[in-house]
T-cell receptor, first 114, second 112 residues
Framework: DTGVSQDPRHKITKRGQNVTFRCDPI?????LYWYRQTLGQGPEFLTY????????KSRLLSDRFSAERPKGSFSTLEIQRTEQGDSAMYLC????????????FGSGTRLTVV | GENVEQHPSTLSVQEGDSAVIKCTYS??????FPWYKQELGKRPQLIID?????GEKKDQRIAVTLNKTAKHFSLHITETQPEDSAVYFC???????????FGGGTRVLVKP
């Protein structure tokens, strides 16, 4: 286990289609975060899990977005009926609840909605 | 909620000179302030962090300072090298491993 893995790295989809991304955190990390980053901006918080429980969801997240972490290990982020404004880099990060070292980010999934 | 402002948005320095990036935050409950470096097309990587019980922290050519009263913190890079060219993000949160609010980023260009 060398870090946080995200799949796919790139996704091009047509407007209106559904997409799903996967994140595999560092195995002993119990917290998992999803962020969105648009070009030239800092990462923006979307949601986070502690084990399998989704503890917080950004008010900016529309009902088209849903995230799961069914067994407290990997997580999925689904976007339904994609819009062009959803085009961004979707970053996953994981950490220990009482960690000293903060987050480790994955390489992200770049979504392009055409 | 927390709001983090970062300045400048771009910074061009000559190799060997120092670079300073400044951030302010709004939530007095924030206690953890990491800095991330992001190279083009790569993941953000933690380069240094500071907690509210410390005013300054140094790691080789990188140092961070924190003024909790004024709610601002800064990143200092000395003896800059071309490989320091990247986008740097500050962030604030209540603790390491908690939700972070990021600044807008500073694009640093080190000219040889």
């Amino acid at each position: 286990d060398t870090g946080v893995s995200q799949d796919p790295r790139h996704k091009i989809t047509k407007r209106g289609q559904n997409v799903t991304f996967r994140c595999d955190p560092i195995s002993e990390h119990n917290r998992l975060y999803w962020y969105r980053q648009t070009l030239g901006q800092g990462p923006e918080f979307l949601t986070y899990f502690q084990n399998e429980a989704q503890l917080e969801k950004s008010r900016l997240l529309s009902d088209r977005f849903s995230a799961e972490r069914p067994k407290g290990s990997f997580s999925t982020l689904e976007i339904q009926r994609t819009e062009q404004g959803d085009s961004a880099m979707y970053l996953c990060a994981s950490s220990l609840l009482t960690g000293h070292d903060g987050y480790t980010f994955g390489s992200g999934t770049r979504l392009t909605v055409v | 909620g927390e709001n983090v402002e970062q300045h400048p948005s771009t910074l061009s320095v000559q190799e060997g000179d120092s670079a300073v990036i400044k951030c302010t935050y709004s939530d007095s409950a924030s206690n953890y302030f990491p800095w991330y470096k992001q190279e083009l097309g790569k993941r953000p990587q933690l380069i240094i962090d500071i907690r509210s019980n410390v005013g300054e922290k140094k790691d080789q050519r990188i140092a961070v300072t924190l003024n909790k009263t004024a709610k601002h913190f800064s990143l200092h890079i000395t003896e800059t090298q071309p490989e320091d060219s990247a986008v740097y993000f500050c962030a604030a949160g209540k603790a390491a491993g908690n939700k972070l609010t990021f600044g807008g980023g500073t694009r640093v260009l080190v000219k040889p």
